[in-house]
């Protein structure tokens, strides 16, 4: 007996629940070509962040502005071009093209903290084909008189704004720092998420003790950072009915299984890609379609949040007392 | 038939037809013209095609001789070709355009005519250029305005091609090129209207093919050739009745009519008034004015000059006339009269009496000739009220100048500036800007919304200062119902606006403002508590002329909009609610339309930004209620600071305060040799953040001295006892070193001449252990409190003694920054890239240098009045510096080295016969004297004195000619700098020649990769990949290797420098440069705001393009050849960053990135290539040994240094 598959999710039929994640292997329309041949079920473009545009047509203003009629030998110190593209018009352009290249639904991301006109941003990507959109918030306060409270306002005005400008689904990347996930999860459903992703990785910085730098760094995700979102996609699956994706330290086939068991539509998984090539994928799938079948189970959507809190024999064991047993354990 | 209404200026309006009929365009930069070949060039990049439809080949030439050569050759081979220049430029084109001419072959030159270098060069406006041109055979068509530039643009494209006359259309350099006016633009069809196609193909038929050859440009011999020449003559004849047909044409399709003379005034006219060129619109409306009051005056323009049509000249004079005046925009020292004053006077003598016909009895009129608008001097209708005063004397002057006070020759005429009240109808709007604040571009802007969306006529003029750091802009702003032909500054404003607050303390920005006018200030203090804010001139000025006062604070608007400091759109926005000029919604609606236009492109955050800015801008906007008398006790700051010299006080200190048109001609040197050292007495203060030391952090390192670019902050080290006295705060710390111990050190920062740039501040590697950011240097306001704290320290810091260099270890980055500069506070770019390596120069050798300097941003900064920057020390000693021109300088600076050693060949030969007088072993010792260290140029200085003393009171013939040369004996250093444009372009051929002859001099090339000083063209120097003018879509060769070229010749010492990532390296070369008795070549990596950076960290942008292996560092030295060593050393390590990680962090490579992808990456693959490729040969070049030619004196010379 074959085991089906398919899993859905923001609302798209997909042939498995292996999704690609936003990184720069999606960016190469080569890549993603081979992302599609090894089986991916999908997968989310580069993010387009906030700043970036922001930044992008600020610097370009400023370059001319400041050069511009200061002296009398010189009006300027650039040629007009004919077109300046800010980032967008590319990233719009490879969307389009790569629609054509690939079969697989193609999710559009974007990145920011702010509402603003950048926000209108996520309408041209839906124009530009994008199946759906994934909002990848990631706000750091760094003031002490902004509440807790003001932070999730925050988020929950960003994807309101967002879903105003667009139609396609809604798919909202959160970082795991909530005092309550659950409640800001119902609060971005509420406004307007169709779907969440658990969890952002954090771009950390680092400092260079050499040149006394800040350095940002990114490291590839480790299988021990599954556990965050396997928690919290257990305890959420039985109060959502939205669709929930797995991200973060999906390196091996068990990784997807226990996911799904949590109660994830999907996974994705970029490190694990970096570290064995794109081909993984296909173990993935098929080691996930493997395990399934030895268990007997006939589907994904069966084994789907079997475990979730509600659903596991133990689920305590997705609480606090997790945390005692696991020093029980280990002293 | 509807044509369309633009505001554009002069170039614009020339260009773009010239574009339209145009098949090959070469082309060169030059001020003020080079907007009409960045405008070709640009329209050509967009594919927009001429009449014939296909896209104009344009080409930017090494020169303006090639762009010449290049048409020529172009128009030879059948093609419309064209060209557009100015001054040097058209000199250069003359060779040429004497050919051209020769051949009957049909082009037109465009040019905004300029003033010819003579005792200063001067990129403004008059018509030395074309005048030396006179003789070429070119016919001339002059354009007074901006429309006539756009009419006789295609009119004389027209008279060309009929007449086989080859055409310059001439237009007054910024103030008809850089004048935006209303204009109607032609439509296509009467571009091919006037284009006769049968024309075009004959032009074409007459084009060398090897399907029907023939040759031209034979060598002719006595026989014929004079002959030949009076062959042309039924063409020249021909050429006015062409003109004439031709402007007939063009009236009857387009309405205006154009005459080869054109009159206006009185019928019955006495006192004529004959010029041409834009002075035209000035003395026009002087005519309107006195014919209105019934006197009997009038004005011809002389439209076509050449060939001048002598009959038709004095058929256009009523023949009531008396009394001309010919004014002309030149002046030729020596003849009878200036061109266009004999042409008249010719004129008459011819043609008068055939003009009167029966009426025999009336005399000849009297014809007088005077010189007027030189380089941009204004002109003005009380001016031209003058001359017709001067036309009714007796006794006129028979040669006269107007518009100076001449108190030596007397030549000048006194005016009435009260002559004249412009229309009251008119909206006079003066602003005060600065060059970086958006108001210029904000003017440019609402010329454009008014003259574009209202049947309102509208004019923009602007003026800059001569700083390219903190430059002062003025716009002249006019509104009307009509036609606005005023061709001169607004003389009264019914608007005032002054965007910087801190202008009121040293501009009288009220000064042309008239009774009841409405001032706008920018400030940051409401309508209650600016008063008290102002000086007290300016208190005195609004109560005296009874302004309206306004003030904004544009600068929080425009912050809180999230444009910095740009306030351009918010001082617009409140242009438009005072003056109303035309509805405000209207104004606001159009505004809005514009940024659209504007920013469209570049990003729709900057569209939302400006809106912001808009619709909160009348929000801040408050009437200041203005009280009955001033109050206040502050003063206007003095243009001069300090203790100053005689000349400083009487000349610099009027330029200064923008008084210089007062300076009459005895004021100014005959010979244009100023005194150096005077940018001291002009404190800017410019800088809105300084930095302040930290003696508790530093590490003594030099490096914020060294890569200074404003020589505004300073190390010093001294005797502790030199601290007596010092002021309260005067910071310092201790310092040991061989030769000083216990001595103390201290940085100290120039406050008022410090340009804010925060270069130092990038480099200083001491950091606090507590607070990582803080360093031995940080960027702090400038406050009151500051100022007061730094001000006296930098006084005193400046009395202590400079230490003696002679002991100094000045081949380290701190040894070489405790010699004293004397290169400082020029008006470059704040960061500016090249001015580091000049400090640099000026310490290590700068009180025995001569510097030729070519033409470009080095030698405006370096030689720019009011003030300058090459300084002198104690001694008196210090750069002398030159400019002759672009092209020459390396000629002219190897023209100086001959002279110097010469002078040392003679003084030498003169000290072996005085030997007698001065003791055989003074003299030996002199002649003897190696001179290669501080120590040993110190000795031959005392020897040379001792030398001089004892030849002092002597009769004898060799010792008087040797005391007028004995200074020769002690050596001198000869520096040629000058930019990529001059060393890589247009001076190559002179700089190989110079390479190539072994003598010693330094040449120091400032290499910013474009032509940075007429705003960014591209060079050979530019590498491939980056955008630049005439390379929109990126250079796709790559930057030729000059120092290859040089290390090819074997015997020239070659270097390729960086301060910012290598400074030891850098100081090195300059030493083995100056050091070595031959050529050296220097080139000097030059970041700039062509760059697109960051200018604050541009330090660390020339490390990475040193570690990318974009910009490699090596010296090359033929001492080393020959010796068993290796001659070139690669001082660069293998690249460690790709080049694409230091491209992505400049705009003139990003830019590309983001508008074509494919192309960048493509062009960024193939940098890559050829930095490897370099890296590659260099590494090899690095192991070869290689010995230098042989050198040997020419026969039968005397063997000079190059025997040591």
Known sequence: MSVNMKTKYLGMELANPVVVSACPLVAHADTLRRIEQAGAAAAVMPSLFEEQIDRDESALADLFESTTDRFPEANDFFPEMRRYNDGLESYLKYIEESRRKVSIPLIGSLNGCTPGGWVRHARRIEEAGAAALELNIYFVPTDPDETGEDVERRYVDLVAAVRDVVSIPLAVKIGPYFSSTPNMARKLVQAGANGLVLFNRYLQPDLDIETLAITPRLNPSTRDELRTPLRWIAILRPHFDVSLAATSGVHAAEDVVKLILAGADIVTTASALYQHGVDHIRKLIEGTRGWLEEKGYCSVAQAKGSMSRVHAPDPAGFERANYIKAIVEFT | ?1204
């Open chain 2, 1 to 1204: 038939m509807e044509r369309r209404l633009t505001t554009v200026d002069g170039n614009e309006a020339a260009a773009r037809p010239a574009h339209r009929v145009n098949e090959v365009i070469a082309i060169y930069p030059i001020t003020p013209a080079s907007p009409m070949g960045e405008l070709a060039d640009a329209l050509s990049a967009a594919g927009v095609e001429n009449i014939f439809g296909v896209v104009p080949e344009v080409i930017e030439m090494q020169s303006e001789g090639g762009a010449a050569g290049a048409v020529h050759g172009a128009l030879q081979a059948g093609a419309l070709a064209t060209t557009f220049t100015a001054s040097q430029g058209l000199l250069l084109m003359i060779p040429n355009m004497f050919k051209i001419a020769g051949e009957l072959t049909s082009t037109v030159f465009h040019i905004a005519a300029r003033t010819v270098a003579t005792h200063a060069l001067s990129i403004f406006g008059d018509h030395s250029d074309v005048m030396a041109a006179r003789s070429t055979g070119w016919g001339m068509l002059f354009a007074a305005t901006v429309q006539e530039a756009h009419d006789f643009s295609l009119i004389a494209q027209a008279i060309a091609l009929e007449s086989r006359v080859p055409f310059l259309h001439v237009m007054d350099g910024f103030r008809t090129s850089h004048e935006i006016n209303k204009i109607e633009q032609l439509s296509d069809d009467d571009l091919r209207y006037m284009i006769d196609d049968k024309l075009v193909r004959a032009h074409r038929d007459r084009a060398l093919s090897p399907d029907r050859p023939i040759l031209r440009g034979s060598a002719q011999n006595p026989d014929v050739f004079f002959q030949a020449r009076e062959a042309i003559n039924p063409i020249y004849q021909a050429v006015p009745g062409v003109v004439l047909k031709t402007m007939d044409r063009f009236a009857e399709r387009v309405g205006r009519r154009y005459g080869l003379f054109d009159y206006i005034g009185a019928a019955d006219a006495e006192r004529v008034i004959v010029l041409m060129g834009s002075g035209a619109g000035a003395v026009e409306e002087a005519v309107e004015t006195l014919v209105g009051r019934g006197e009997k005056v009038g004005l011809i323009k002389v439209r076509l000059y050449r060939p001048f049509d002598a009959r038709a000249f004095v058929a256009a004079l009523p023949p009531s006339v008396r009394a001309i005046a010919a004014l002309d925009r030149t002046k030729e020292p020596g003849s009878v009269g200036e061109p266009l004053y004999l042409d008249v006077v010719a004129s008459i003598a011819d043609h008068w009496e055939e003009r009167i016909g029966e009426s025999h009895s009336k005399p000849l009129p009297r014809v007088i000739g005077g010189r007027y608008g030189l380089s941009s001097k204004e002109f003005t209708p009380a001016m031209a009220h003058a001359i017709f005063d001067e036309l009714g004397r007796d006794r006129p002057k028979r040669r006269f100048t107007i518009g100076i006070i001449d108190d030596v020759s007397g030549t000048s005429l006194k005016w009435d500036p009260a002559f004249h009240d412009e229309p009251a109808d008119v909206l006079r709007a003066v602003f005060y800007g600065l060059g970086s604040d958006g108001t210029v571009g904000a003017n440019k802007n609402s010329v454009k919304i008014v003259g574009e969306n209202t049947p309102l006529y509208a004019q923009g003029y602007f003026v800059y200062d001569s700083k390219k750091s903190g430059s002062t802009t003025i716009s002249h702003l006019r509104f009307g119902p009509r036609p606005i032909k005023s061709t001169y500054l607004i003389q009264k404003a019914n608007f005032i606006a002054c965007h910087q607050f801190t202008f009121i303390d040293r501009i009288d920005v009220l000064e042309l403002a008239e009774p009841g006018a409405i001032f706008l200030l920018n400030c940051r203090r409401g309508p209650e508590e600016v008063w008290d804010e102002l000086p007290r001139e300016m208190q005195e000025r609004i109560i005296e002329k009874r302004l309206r006062f306004y003030v904004v604070d544009g600068y929080k608007v425009a912050e809180d909009a999230g444009l910095g400091s740009r306030i351009n759109t918010v001082m617009q926005t409140c242009f438009f609610a005072l003056s109303g000029v035309i509805p405000l919604d209207h104004a606001i609606d159009s505004i809005k339309k514009s940024i659209e236009k504007t920013y469209g492109k570049r990003g729709e955050s900057i569209i939302r930004k400006n809106f912001a800015a808009v619709d909160s801008a009348l929000a801040s906007l408050h009437e200041v209620k203005v009280p009955d008398r001033a109050t206040s006790t502050r003063r206007r700051r003095s243009a001069v600071v300090g203790a100053t010299t005689d000349f400083v006080e009487r000349v610099t200190s009027m330029m200064l305060a923008g008084k210089g048109d007062l300076l009459p001609v005895s004021a100014l040197p005959v010979d244009g040799a100023f005194e150096t050292g005077t940018s001291k007495y002009e404190k800017r203060s410019i800088a809105a953040e300084i930095p302040v030391w930290d003696p508790d952090i530093c590490i003594a390192c030099g490096l914020c001295a060294l890569v200074c670019p404003h020589t505004a902050i300073r190390a010093k080290a001294y005797a502790p006892a030199a601290l007596a006295g010092a002021p309260a705060g005067f910071r310092s710390i201790a310092w040991d070193d061989k030769a000083f111990h216990d001595y103390r050190l201290t940085i100290q920062v120039a406050p008022d001449d410090c340009t804010g740039c925060g270069v130092c501040v990038d480099v200083c590697p001491a950091r606090s252990k507590e607070i990582a950011k803080h360093k031995a240097i940080n960027m702090q306001a400038v406050t009151d409190e500051l100022v007061e704290l730094e001000r006296p320290s930098f006084a005193f810091f400046l009395d202590i003694p400079e230490i003696d260099r002679t002991e100094v270890k000045t081949d380290t980055v701190k040894g070489s920054q405790l010699l004293e500069p004397l290169f400082e506070y020029s008006g470059a770019c704040a960061g500016c890239g090249e001015t580091p390596y000049l400090s640099l120069l000026s310490r290590l050798f700068g009180d025995r240098t001569v510097i030729a300097n070519a033409t470009g941003c080095s030698s405006i900064y370096g030689g720019n009045l009011p003030t300058t920057p090459w300084a002198k020390n104690a001694e008196g000693r210090g750069p002398a510096w030159s400019n002759s021109l672009f092209e020459d300088n390396a000629e002219f600076g190897l023209g100086m080295r001959l002279a110097l050693d010469h002078q040392q060949a003679y003084a030498r030969r003169l000290t072996a016969e005085v030997a007698g007088i001065a003791g055989g072993d003074l003299v030996a010792s002199i002649l003897e004297a190696e001179q290669e260290t501080e120590a040993d140029i110190a000795e031959q200085r005392r020897r040379v004195s001792a030398l001089k003393e004892k030849l002092a009171g002597c009769e004898e013939a060799a010792a008087k000619a040797l005391l007028n040369v004995a200074d020769a004996l002690v050596r001198k250093s000869v520096w040629i700098v000058g930019g990529d444009g001059w060393a890589y372009d247009i001076g190559f051929g002179g700089l190989d020649h110079v390479l190539a002859s072994g003598r010693d001099v330094n040449i120091l090339v400032l290499d910013t990769e474009v032509y940075s000083n007429t705003g960014g063209q591209a060079s050979k120097a530019t590498p491939r990949g980056a955008v630049a003018k005439f390379a929109a879509e990126g250079k796709a060769i790559g930057k030729k290797d000059l120092g290859m070229i040089a290390v090819d010749y074997g015997s020239v010492y070659t270097a390729q420098v960086a301060i910012g990532a290598n400074p030891l390296q850098t100081i090195r070369a300059f030493h083995e440069a100056e050091s070595y008795r031959g050529v050296s070549l220097i080139i000097a990596y030059s970041h700039c705001i062509a760059h697109g950076i960051d200018m604050s960290t541009s330090m660390t942008h020339q490390k990475e393009a040193t570690q990318s292996g974009y910009w490699p560092l090596f010296r090359y030295d033929p001492r080393l050849a020959g010796e068993g060593k290796h001659p070139f050393h690669l001082d660069s390590r293998e690249p460690t960053i790709p080049f694409q990680a230091f491209a992505a962090k400049e705009a003139r490579f990003a830019m590309l990135m983001r508008s074509d992808p494919e192309r960048a990456a493509r062009l960024l693959e193939l940098a890559q290539k050829d930095i490897n490729e370099r890296m590659h040969f260099y590494t090899q070049m690095a192991g070869i040994e290689r010995s230098a030619p042989e050198r040997m004196a020419p026969s039968g010379r005397h063997v000079l240094e190059i025997e040591s």
